[in-house]
């Protein structure tokens, strides 16, 4: 069974920092995309960033693009997404996902997502 464990949310003042993590498990962690999105009270879901694991290449929307690194742990099977500089606009609800079947980072459709996992808080104060 697939399951994605995001954690690291909480709250933060403007301009400070969050480390957000997304445990994987029941797949090999060797040929996937790990995505991250968020969503905002009343908003619509967002892709924010995603890694490829066949090249490592990576993805960012450009509201965080500068601003969030997102990386991989292969030996925990894990995927960061480290976040600075955090705006009162990036206040949400931060979910990873996972396509098991293609490696390739671009700008994803939540669609092309087949796992989730449970999201975690993220609210950053002015």
């Known amino acids: 069974e697939v399951q994605l464990v995001e954690s690291g949310g909480g709250l933060v003042q403007a301009g400070g920092s969050l480390r957000l993590s997304c445990a994987a498990s029941?797949?090999?962690?060797?040929?996937?995309?790990i995505g991250w999105f968020r969503q905002a009270p009343g908003k619509e879901r967002e892709g924010v960033s995603c890694?490829?694991?066949?090249?490592?290449?990576?993805y960012y929307a450009d509201s965080v693009k500068g601003r969030f690194t997102i990386s991989s742990d292969n030996a925990k099977n894990t995927v960061y997404l480290q976040m600075n500089s955090l705006k009162p606009e990036d206040t949400a609800v931060y979910y990873c996902?996972?396509?098991?079947?293609?490696?390739?980072?671009?700008?994803?459709?939540?669609?092309?997502?087949?796992?989730w996992g449970q999201g975690t808080q993220v609210t950053v104060s002015s």
């Open positions: 890694i490829s694991s066949s090249d490592s290449s990576t």
């Open positions: 996902a996972a396509d098991i079947d293609y490696s390739g980072a671009y700008d994803r459709s939540e669609y092309e997502y087949d796992y």
């Open positions: 029941g797949f090999t962690f060797d040929d996937y995309t």
